[in-house]
């Protein structure tokens, strides 16, 4: 796409809702964390714990099938309604984080997958019995630069012999089921650098001790997230997603996908922060009077709630045009983009009406202000987001 497809884009029949759409799902979720506190999600943090009756509630009110069809078990629904309720979780003070991922993991299996395979997980995963929430991408030494990945997948007869490590794979030590992503045929022998990778559904509750093991990663944030070690992992060959070599085109294609739902959740944080910040302001009183009488506090709350707005229209935005198979990656990438920094700036300025109570973890703000701060790195970082604008949407030269 460049510059004047994406002009054309905005011509396009596509209709974007405004309010408050989804409302019976909104109100659901609503119920649903008013049973899970602030206390619930310090407690968490103090053990480094995972939410598991945060999920469980959330799987047994079939939010987590929500985009799986019907016919293999799940709700069937638009992407925007999955966005509304991830939306939802946060701007209930709650995390959305520890369940996302297997809205948008699950779509490589649905767009990819054969029909055995759909038939055999999608619904376990529908009916709360399976989990997919890992994803092994990221490596320690290749980052962002996928087509460099080092995990290696060897075909021996019915089985893949799988060697390498991934890092920053969240939810792994809770997840039954792993997205894999591997270098089936060398860098070197390919005629593209993204050719030669595969995509593998691992089964977890096998593997590990059995060629995987699984560590934990202290981080600021209680993201439950790992690295994990694959010394001669096998994997059925009928565990393969789609094609051998093509991995890298289905991991892409659920990627528009990831960016929408993640803006979402931002613009849910950042209406949960912004709410407090506005609440503070009024209730707090120095030198006889409201602070959010003074333009000082005002104006940075002001400005958060429009760039909070803004970024949610490009999130519908993007919505409408991935659920009508129009071309949304420009468009998913800036929601991230703006939702990311959106958020941020709602974090940091209601931060900063508290004063020193912010740092207090009874108020929970502290709490949010760290976990916001990843969505400017992940799951990608603001820079990528340019890069990708600057040459697909500008027409300019690639830079990396």
Known sequence: MNYHDAAQTADMEVTVALGEDFSDLRNTVRQICKGFPGEYWRKLDDQSAYPTEFVAALTEAGFLGALIPEEYGGSGLPLRAAAVILEEINANGCSASPAHAQMYIMGTLLRHGNETQKR???????????????????????????????????????????????????????SDLMLLLARTSPVDQVKRRTDGLSVFLVDLREAKGNGVEIRPIKAMVNHNTTEVFIENLKVPAANLIGEEGKGFRY??????????????????????????????????????????????????????????????????????????????????????????????????????????????????????????????????????????????????????
């Open 120 to 174: 055999t997980y999608l619904p376990e995963i529908a009916a709360g019995r399976l989990r997919l929430q890992a994803f092994g991408v990221t490596e320690p030494n290749t980052g962002s630069d996928t087509t460099q990945l080092k995990t290696r997948a060897e075909r021996q007869g019915d089985v893949y012999v799988v060697n390498g490590q991934k890092v920053w794979t969240s939810r792994a030590l809770h």
């Open 251 to 400: 991991i892409l294609d659920g990627m528009n996908a990831e960016r929408i739902l993640v803006a979402s959740e931002c613009v849910g944080d950042g209406r949960w922060l912004l709410g407090k910040g506005v609440a503070y302001a009024n209730e707090r009183r120095v030198f006889g009077r409201s602070i959010g009488q003074n333009q000082g506090i005002q104006f940075p709350l002001a400005r958060a709630y429009a760039e909070l707005e803004a970024a949610d229209m490009m999130c519908r935005r993007a919505a409408a045009l991935f659920q009508a198979g129009q071309p949304c990656g420009a468009d998913a990438n800036i929601a991230k983009l703006l939702a990311s920094e959106a958020t941020w700036k709602a974090a940091d300025t209601t931060f900063q009406t508290h004063g020193g109570f912010a740092f207090a973890q009874e108020y929970d703000v502290e709490r949010k202000w760290r976990e916001v701060r990843l969505y400017q790195t992940a799951p990608i970082s603001t820079n990528m987001v340019l890069a990708f604008v600057a040459q697909h949407v500008l027409g300019l030269p690639r830079s990396y």
